[in-house]
């Protein structure tokens, strides 16, 4: 807010405006018709799924696919040290503790190399997480999850369309789940949804999305715990809207990206910043297009594009670091995501960023370095 160029803002256009507008003239508000429905039809068979399961946020997406699974308090699970904080509560939430690997330096997703070193007897599953818009390598991912018997979550929270040697993720585990919030890659406001090709998985979800009501023939009646997790048919109708221009927006993003790499090449190649990677398998989708900048200049950076009205995000701390979960890592060293930590920039990346803004952006980090005199 208050920024010329924020970090990241959504595009709503007329046809988004229209369909929620003729959700409000309809009537059908909650999560009951078709709009809803229609949404996690669209989105789900975009991502080459059967089903999907429409919930009010990524966060609520991820519990109710841990829950759903059967996953319970004293489960463990594998998951990487530099997420979103949502990632780790989630399972936090059951009472399942996260076993964190730190974090591949090119691509930063999990150092899968680490993980095997990770899984013990209460381990149940890996949580997979295509951070900023990279894909992590789910080959590998399903390899060792065969070998140990575990089942595999995505968090694609941040990588809706990316894609793994030409295939969508978001099948590549039982289930994957997405987020809506108004910065992500499509968003209905606030809003999420796990895809799953799982039939039993899907209804389970379903069904505990909602309370759990209507077994045994009576419908105020609750054999399990469920949750209410309803997505509401004005952000439905939004999805449905949104969905239609996924292709655009991560078409946008990567010419964002590659524009943004040409332009700051220059600087990358005097040894000033390391630019975003991506694997020659892996289609990169940057929801957010970052740099690392060596820890001494990171800050004074962010400061000197700051006043120059310039939005940016510091990389999120990893889970290790948070106030509420260090104690309980405090033996272990996740080297790796503390660098990124330390070096990453957000700059702006959202959807309705124009060629000229990145110009602007780009001209300003040189600026900053020329200022210094390297
Ligand atoms: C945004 C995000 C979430 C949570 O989504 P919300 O809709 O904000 O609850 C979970 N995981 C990752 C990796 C995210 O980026």
């Not at 046809?15 to 429905?37: A, F, M, P």
């Not at 993980?115 to 080959?139: D, F, L, Q, R, S």
């Not at 120059?308 to 990893?318: C, H, K, L, N, Q």
Request: aromatic share 10%; charged share 20%; hydrophobic share 40%.
């Amino acid at each position: 807010m208050g920024f010329k160029i924020p970090v990241s803002s959504p595009i709503i256009d007329e046809s988004d405006i229209k369909s929620v507008t003729e959700c409000l003239r309809s009537g059908w508000i909650s999560s009951l018709g078709k709009d809803v429905e229609n949404f996690e039809r669209d989105f789900s068979s975009y991502h080459g799924a059967h089903y999907g399961v429409a919930t009010n946020s990524g966060t609520t997406a991820l519990h109710l696919a841990l829950a759903s699974l059967g996953l319970k308090a004293g489960d463990q699970i594998i998951a990487p040290t530099f997420t979103m904080i949502a990632t780790i509560n989630a399972a936090e939430y059951l009472g399942i503790r996260a076993n964190l690997v730190d974090a591949n330096y090119k691509t930063w997703t999990m150092d899968l190399e680490k993980v095997e070193g990770k899984i013990n007897v209460k381990t149940k599953a890996i949580m997979a997480v295509h951070i900023y818009g990279h894909p992590e390598n789910m080959k590998i991912v399903n390899e060792i999850a065969e070998k140990h018997g575990l089942i595999v979550i995505e968090d694609a929270a941040e990588a809706h369309g990316a894609e793994i040697e030409g295939k969508k993720i978001g099948t590549f585990g039982r289930v994957a789940s997405f987020s809506f919030y108004a910065n992500k890659i499509i968003t209905t406001g606030e809003g999420g949804m796990n895809i799953t090709n799982d039939h039993d998985l899907a209804e389970r979800m379903v069904w505990l999305r909602a309370h759990a009501f209507g077994r045994g023939g009576k419908h105020f009646w609750h054999e399990e715990l469920g949750y209410g997790y309803r997505l509401s048919a004005l952000q439905g109708a939004l999805g449905v809207s949104q969905t239609k221009k996924i292709d655009t927006f991560v078409k946008k993003r990567r010419s964002n990206a590659k524009l943004y790499n040409e332009l700051l090449a220059p600087l990358a190649e005097r040894g000033l910043l390391t630019l975003p990677f991506e694997e020659s398998w892996a289609k990169n989708v940057y929801w957010m297009y970052s740099i690392l900048v060596n820890e001494k200049y990171r800050n004074p950076l962010m400061l000197h594009l700051e006043k120059s009205g310039i939005e940016t995000r510091t990389f999120f701390y990893p889970i290790h670091r948070q106030p509420y979960y260090s104690i309980r890592y405090t033996g272990e060293r996740f080297p790796t995501a503390d660098r990124l930590s330390n070096e990453g920039i957000n700059l702006p990346s959202g959807n309705a960023l124009t060629d000229d803004q990145i110009q602007y952006v780009c001209k300003e980090i040189e600026n900053y370095f020329n200022s210094l005199g390297i």
